[in-house]
């Protein structure tokens, strides 16, 4: 199986993608969790310490081994370099691992312009294509809400993409935009899950603008996520409820 989960910054993703993965990893099954978010904390809510996360060297910051896999040269100099560079070797070689979950770090590729090709963007977009079409784990990507990170070809085979959406106008409205986009890719399904529920409201809010087919379930506002996000600590160690909820949502996937 393979999930991407998506959605405007500060709704959940990470939350979703953690508890999911954890979940996965306690039936006993091979997780491999990717962060893909610029805003890179997955390894925190997976449960590794800063001091552990700090210490990951994200795929795109490797230059010498861009470098050398993409025939690119050191100097920044050159136009010329592999768009197919060998990539099957990089998760076993870099994903570390903690609570039974597998654990890489894509990076920012920083660019001069939108739609720059170089050979860190080359070097991740390879390895993602890898990892949805070429491995036999579960993986399950930590997703910035544009998509930008996957091609035609990757995207089209993804399993499942999940925009995690709360409460409000302008979470739905990025939800419109991932689905326009993932459409775009060729991806036939998009599901929501909506985070911060706090009444019967919110839930009626999400029902009215997300069609029931497409709809995964809700998971409740809990200060106890924010309490552990506050100290650095994974949802899944911290929130019994937040654990249940997103269990119902797996167990929803899993049917489908």
Known sequence: MKIAVTGKGG????????????????????????DVDP?????????????????ITPIAKMKDLINE?????SDGLGKFFKINPRVDDIPDRF???????????????ETGGAGCVCPEHVMVKQVLSHLVIARDEVVIMDMEAGL??????????????????????????????????????????????????????DEEFIRSVIKPDDFLGFI???????????????????????KEDIRA????????
């Not at 994903?95 to 590729?109: C, D, P, S």
């Not at 409740?220 to 506050?230: G, T």
């Open 11 to 34: 709704v959940g993703k990470t939350t979703l993608a953690s508890v999911l993965a954890r979940l996965y990893a306690g039936e006993g099954r091979k997780v491999l969790a990717v």
């Open 39 to 55: 805003d890179a904390n997955l390894g925190l809510a997976l449960g590794f310490s800063a001091v552990e996360t700090a210490a």
């Open 69 to 73: 896999r993409t025939g690119a040269s």
């Open 95 to 109: 994903a570390k691992e903690k609570n039974g979950v597998r654990f890489l770090v894509m990076g920012t590729v």
């Open 148 to 201: 930008e990170h996957l091609g035609r070809g990757t995207a089209s085979v993804m399993g499942r993409f999940i925009v995690v959406v709360e409460p409000g106008a302008r979470s739905i409205q990025t939800y419109e935009k991932v689905r326009s986009l993932a459409s775009d890719l060729g991806v036939k399904k998009v599901y929501a899950a909506a985070n911060k529920i706090r009444g019967k409201e």
């Open 220 to 242: 409740r506002y809990s200060d106890e996520v924010i309490s552990a996000d506050r100290r650095g600590l994974s949802p899944f160690d911290t929130s019994a409820a937040i």
């Open 249 to 256: 949502i797996k167990e929803r996937l899993d049917a489908l």
